[in-house]
């Protein structure tokens, strides 16, 4: 068992206001890798769900009409920021990008900090309840400080002060602002087919039901999503517990790193430049 806790006594060894970066990095691509990105599948899922928020992309299609590269086109940026950092050449092109697809539209200070809630609340709560380990102290502070550097270069303000303060404003944000509406309904109409491509071939009977109970009851009546039926909620409870035991007593550590070939999306066979991530025409601007 010392093996499987490897990463974790290395990540308790690090201070987290210096390597913040090297322990999420760490937890992204060797501890919990398909857990992070179906949980930061499931925070970008909520944010595109306040109304104010859904409304934009709406308007703008690419959710609706682009999906597929639209969901590759935000994964890809999110995974260069994490691989490469903000001081690296590929990450600092992902971020001057973000910063150009947005800086065109009227985006409140605090609908992209609840963005950045979701990013830090959501994957962290899907880990506390379905990882194989808890994460640790130091692994919350790392992602609050992720995110909290990620938002200081978009030029958000107010960021809460703490893991813990930000799981308090984004509770309360989420709350009043999560209500139902039209435009979230659309978006996840669009989204859950590749949603669905994640379910298991033997499960597909049930998949719509299963994407379904992987969301909570707020956001399934923020996107008008019925709640599926009592024994598929408790039976995707089940595996995905069961899972987490199977992963800690007989798991053995990842050795080789997510993404150590390169990031790879459907959109991009060939590979991909930064540059031509997102809208390449209309209301991007330098």
Known sequence: MRGRYANLARIRSLDPERDYLDIYQTMLRYEFPWDMKLGLNLAFNRSFSIPAIAA??????????????????????????????????????????????????DISNEDFLYVLGCLVVTPTRWLQEYGWRQPCCHELQATYLFYRELGRRMGVTDILGSYAEFETWFDAYDAAHLQPNDDAAVIERATRM?????????????????????????????MRVDAPAWPVR??????????????????APRTTAL???????????????VSQLGPQHGHVHE
């Open 259 to 273: 993404f150590a070939d390169g990031i790879r999306a459907k959109s991009y066979p060939n590979g991909y430049e």
């Open 234 to 251: 408790a039976g995707l409870h089940v595996a995905l517990k069961m899972r987490s035991r199977l992963q800690r007593w007989v798991g």
């Open 194 to 222: 590749l949603m669905l491509t994640r379910i298991p071939q033997m499960l597909a009977p049930l998949g719509n039901s299963l994407v379904s109970a992987m969301y909570d009851a707020p956001l399934r009546r923020a």
């Open 56 to 105: 934009v992309h709406t308007a703008t299609g690419e959710l609706t009409e682009r999906t597929q590269k639209r969901i590759d086109d935000t994964g890809l940026l999110m995974y260069e920021m994490v691989l490469n950092g903000f001081e690296q050449p590929r990450g600092r092109d992902a971020l001057r990008r973000v910063n150009q697809i947005h800086r065109p539209y």
